[in-house]
């Protein structure tokens, strides 16, 4: 058997800080069956309202994913009621809200761009939402169709925390870096994770109902940008914050290869950090069957805590 993209990039200590994807909002709607490599058009959702949902998502920050729960994934038809949820994970603003539906197109009716900005008011209008009263989320990345890394990683994490007894475990379709397999994306916060073991997962989730965010495995928060995502795990290690929603990244000057990242804290203290796009070598794939290549990789060069005179200036 070839070697799988998740262990050329584990057996070269590639760094996973600053790849996570750039989402402000996730939505997710419950869908079980077999998943496509295109989940929202080649699955049991009907395509039509996959592609239509697909296109209301461009350009509003929201991301649309499907849900399952971890187990066995035959050909079985839709159960009457879905779970749906929604969360914004911008710090300041962080919310999870959950809802049932049993139209799956009632999706189409939600303003998504007043999702993307952080608005929860029309999902709970038109779903009958509320805030999220349970665990926080673990959604583990599974989808082998798009990459088999994912299947083979993903699928056994899922059942392991599942059968363990936490709460909150779903399969994800998408989460991006299969090479990072198995990946989790960890909500409200929006922390996601990659080469994720069970219980590194367990004291993530444990973290998240203490209000702390775990930085170790972390691949950065969805809020972000990716140099802001390195820029802002980095402060953290640094100055050994790690309370949830008290860091922010409020300005990104330059542009790849380089930027200059300015990381604010509710305090009042601000951190300009110096971050640098490499090129990860030797040569490997980016997901399994891919040709080889460099992917780009986030270096902190360096991080400056900005006294009360440089800021004046």
Known sequence: MSSTCSTVSRELDEPVAGTAATVRTWLLLEQPGPWGAKALTSSHLDPALGRALEAAAQGTGVRIALIRRPGRHADSRMPATRRVYVAHTVPGNVWLHSATTTDPARLLDLDLTALGRGEAACFDAVLGGAPHAGDPLALVCTNGKR???CALLGRPLAAELASSGV??????THLGGHRFSPTVLVLPYGYAYGRAEAHAVKEVLHGVQEGRVVTE???GGSAWERPGQAAELAVRRVVREDAAQVLSVVRTEGEAPHWEVTVAHVDGRRWRVEV???????PRPESCGSALGSPARMDVLDVRALTPASLAG
């Open 276 to 282: 640098a796009q490499g090129a990860s070598r030797p």
């Open 217 to 219: 495995g972390c691949r």
């Open 167 to 172: 709460e909150g475990v779903w399969e994800v």
């Open 147 to 149: 990459d088999r890394c």
